[in-house]
């Protein structure tokens, strides 16, 4: 019983962590994506990058 317990709280883990992953994949895939469009914007643009990627 406990064996299994242990085991359901790992997957349930791995699948927030894999939630997260996605979340800064998509923070960085948007700086790329802006900097890209705009390159004159790219200090300030990378700041809120960190940002987020800080509160994800």
């Known amino acids: 019983m406990l064996e ?3 085991l359901i709280g790992a997957g349930a ?3 927030a962590l894999a939630g997260a992953a996605v979340g800064i994949g ?3 895939s948007s ?3 802006s900097v890209a469009r705009n ?3 790219a200090k300030q643009l990378f ?3 960190i940002l987020g990627f ?3």
């Open 47 to 49: 700041g809120y990058a």
């Open 4 to 6: 299994g317990a242990k």
């Open 26 to 28: 998509n923070v960085f």
């Open 54 to 56: 800080a509160l994800l």
């Open 39 to 41: 390159p004159s914007l």
């Open 13 to 15: 883990a791995t699948i």
């Open 31 to 33: 700086l790329i994506h």
